[in-house]
């Protein structure tokens, strides 16, 4: 293993000239993991005509970032961005690197990875350090999503990760903090590229609106019949939300894919996650374990979700819901509030 290797490293990522929302989630993951290790967070953020928008990520918690500001990177060249990020690497040596599991975070770390001659676990669920070994504790799915593995690299630096992205939600901004600001040159060479940049087309599929809702209200099994769902929408729509829902009700035909919360559906991180007649199977944890508030209704009170759960309710979603929904509409109709 190297030595002389510190710090937690995040990819900062630039979209349509803004620092998007996954570099902020990014500094979340990253602020847990060096508060562990008590090192610097840093942020690495490539673009052109970015320097006013770096503050940001002082305020969502970077200690330190380092910037490359340069036409050349107004679009996404992999092997630009790469050989800046690998020689920023090999400069200041950091025992940590993350990125986000987007296109971006998807093509990069793989070649930086192998430039770096070190390993790389991809789409974690979680991130943790074992303050023992002072090591990267990379959790995802393995064995077709059956079994949850934490990987270590205990070798190699820097220790490389992709997270889901809206598996964690952003810091609460503070607008008077502070960083250290290093902006870096590099060569002409360096922005030489094999590719040219020709357009960019948006993958409509890949966004869904339930995935920007502050509140999601989702169905399982339990609630015995697609025609019982019409409850979710109505408490969904109280509340300004969407509705989701288990794997097991999409598969059978209740509820379109695209409202699927999981593993292998969306992962989403709302400020109100409620879980009514959901068993809570690690596949259906892995996506929505980050709400901020999760509430369960279920009538097994040994049910797996009331280990994440901040709330739970013992008891018949089939009479809870019409109970709810009532209170909910006389609280619409009371003007005294
Ligand atoms: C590779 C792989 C990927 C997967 N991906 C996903 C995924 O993305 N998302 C996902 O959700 N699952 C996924 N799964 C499936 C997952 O393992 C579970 O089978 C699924 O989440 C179960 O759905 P459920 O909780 O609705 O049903 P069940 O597990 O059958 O649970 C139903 C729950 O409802 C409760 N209940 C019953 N009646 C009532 C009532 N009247 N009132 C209140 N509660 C009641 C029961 O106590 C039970 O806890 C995946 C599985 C694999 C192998």
Known sequence: ???????????????????????????????????????????????????????????????????????????????????????LVKEYKPEILIASATTYGRTIMPILAAKLETGLTADCTDLDIDTKERILLQ?????????????????????????????????????????????????????RSQYRWISFEKDESSDSPIQEADVIVSGGKGMKDEKNFEMLYELAKMLDG???????????????????????????????????????????IAGMSSSEIIVAINKDPDAPIFKVADFGIVGDALEILPALLKRLSSDEGDTDG
Not at 162 to 173: D, F, M
Not at 251 to 280: E, F, N
Request: aromatic share 8%; charged share 20%; hydrophobic share 40%.
């Open 1 to 87: 293993m190297g030595t002389g290797y510190e710090g937690v490293w995040t990819l900062g990522e630039i979209r349509n000239g803004e620092i998007s929302s996954v570099s902020y989630e990014l500094l979340a993951w990253g602020k847990k993991l060096s508060d562990k290790l008590g090192v610097k967070l840093s942020s690495i953020v490539l673009g052109s005509n970015i320097k006013e928008r770096i503050e940001r990520l002082f305020h969502f918690g970077a200690d330190v970032v380092y910037a490359v500001d340069h036409p050349r990177l107004e679009h996404f060249l992999p092997d630009v961005h790469a050989r800046i990020c690998e020689a």
């Open 139 to 191: 959790t995802r799915p393995a064995i077709g999503g059956n079994v949850m593995a934490t990987i270590k690299t205990p070798n190699h630096r820097p220790q490389m990760a992709t997270v889901r992205p809206r598996a964690k939600r952003p810091l609460n901004p503070d607008r008077a903090r502070k960083g250290e600001l290093i902006l870096k040159e590099y060569p002409t060479e360096f922005y």
């Open 242 to 284: 969407a509705v989701g829902a288990s794997r097991a009700v999409v598969d059978m035909g209740w509820i379109p894919y695209s409202h699927q919360i999981g593993l292998s559906g969306k992962t989403v991180s709302p400020r109100l996650y409620m879980a009514i007649g959901i068993s809570g199977a690690v596949q259906h």
